[in-house]
């Protein structure tokens, strides 16, 4: 038995170019970026009679939600339709969740498949050669129509809508991500408090550098976002980078610059823009003395009180950069199932969150004791 796929994207974006591309999917996608959640948007609309890609069937299987947004046109598209199948094919296996936004079109004609969606798939049916494909169209749409989602008929106005779709997306996201976030950090608040002395949030006296080192990347990673979420509601502007190795592999430095301008408020500011604020930066994974070089172009921006949080595996990145303010933590582990079990879901007095959280790490647990076991006796 093979082991679940593992999810490389936060949200699959599902839309019609035609309708959406160039306003709300623009400002939604923007949004989602800000927030550092990892969003799939297909910026290329294909050619009808030619299929989905594979690469676009991974996007998808590697998604933990579903973003689909139906317009006026979307129903009439046939890649649009064959892109619904593969995503309420997965909805169906349990392997993602459908999130969709009802924009400028009415839920019921969906369900209902009533007019200008009727007509839609009229000409789908007088078109297409296999009808079976047709049907599989009709239920995927109704079955997505029968998911509660947001309608922008109900909403005047849309940046709101924008906003409260991205609020819901970060709390679930937030769910889902707790069993592999820093709040299940084995000794997380002595990690915190270290790390708070270091930090000195009350102190308004110029610039803090903080490194933070650790073996394992998922460990450093997560301690890094969880100290980011603790943190951030105390400064004016706040950005978390991760994996600036990522960001900055096969690009030219000044990529990294952009990239945390664009990510702080969405849009490009100029320095002057943040002479007068208190900023929080946080660089998860630099590898390179070069990259913090790129970063340190806009610390001199940085109001009174900013704090730059650097988290790497190579000490001596530290000792380049003159960084003196350096936590170290040799090992960083995460609670067991039990554990996670009592401060997760009884924290919460919510007894079905449990019992959901039991099953899935039962299950995962399961498929990885299957794929040793199998392994072992091959």
Known sequence: MSCATATKYDVFLSFRGLDTRRNFISFLYKELVRRNIRTFKDDKELENGRRISPELKRAIEESKFAVVVV????????????ELVKIMDFENKGSI?????????????????????????????????????????RRALTSLASISGDCS??????SKLVDEIADKISKKLMIVTTISNGSNLVGIDRHMKALNRKLDLNSNKGLRV?????????GRSALAKYVYQEICQHFDSHCFLGSVKRISHGRHLSHLHEEFLIRIQGEYLSKQNLKNQKVLLVADDVN???????????FNSFGPGSVVIITTQDKQLFVSAGIKLVYEVELL????????????????RDISAAFKLVYYRA?????RWSGCLSGRSG
């Open 333 to 348: 582990r995460f609670q067991k199932v039990c554990e996670l079990i009592r401060t997760f879901a009884f924290k919460k």
């Open 363 to 367: 299950t995962n647990l399961a498929t």
């Open 288 to 298: 390179k003395l070069e990259q913090l070089d790129a970063l340190a172009e806009d």
């Open 153 to 158: 008929l109900k909403c005047e106005d849309e």
């Open 71 to 82: 317009s006026v046109n979307y129903a009439a598209s046939p890649w649009c339709l064959d």
């Open 210 to 218: 903080v490194g933070i080192w650790a073996r394992g990347y998922n």
């Open 97 to 137: 969740t459908v999130m969709p936004i009802f924009y400028g079109v009415d839920p019921c004609h969906l369900r209902r498949q009533s007019g200008h969606v009727a007509e839609q798939f009229k000409k789908h049916e007088a078109r297409e050669e296999d009808l079976d494909k047709v049907a599989s169209w």
